[in-house]
């Protein structure tokens, strides 16, 4: 069972690095999950007017393209940082994210789902 309600806002234009304590949710007291040997990916996709959310990805990152990384796999920790250039591309609007450990092709958990808001920042000293 993955985390639920994991929200997070995003500032257009801003760098964000999104640290996660993955659990184990089916093992009493959810302890973190180890992720040694591990693929971990996170995406988000954007909600649309009616509620649901589009299949298409917006913004992803993996463990297999070096874009996220455990940086201890024993205690379940892993992060992925957000850029500039990527923050500015997006619109400001709600997006569902979600996250994933892949231990083989057919074993694949969800482990985090929820919202990452995208919010216009201040434009200070502009003129």
Request: charged share 20%; hydrophobic share 40%; aromatic share 4%.
């Amino acid at each position: 069972m993955p985390a639920l309600e994991q929200d997070f806002t995003l500032y257009q234009g801003s760098i964000l690095t999104v640290e996660v304590t993955v659990l184990d949710k089916d093992t009493t007291g959810d302890p973190p999950l180890d992720l040694t040997s591990k693929t971990v990916t996170w995406g988000a996709s954007r909600v649309l007017p009616n509620g649901s959310f589009s299949p298409d990805l917006v913004l992803s990152k993996s463990t297999a393209d070096s874009t996220l990384t455990i940086t201890d796999a024993v205690n379940g920790l892993v992060e992925f940082t957000i850029t500039t250039e990527e923050s500015l591309a997006l619109l400001l609007c709600n997006y569902r994210h979600e996250m994933i450990v892949e231990t083989s092709a057919i074993d694949v958990t969800e482990v985090m789902i929820g919202t990452m808001k995208v919010k216009r920042t201040l434009k200070l000293g502009a003129p």
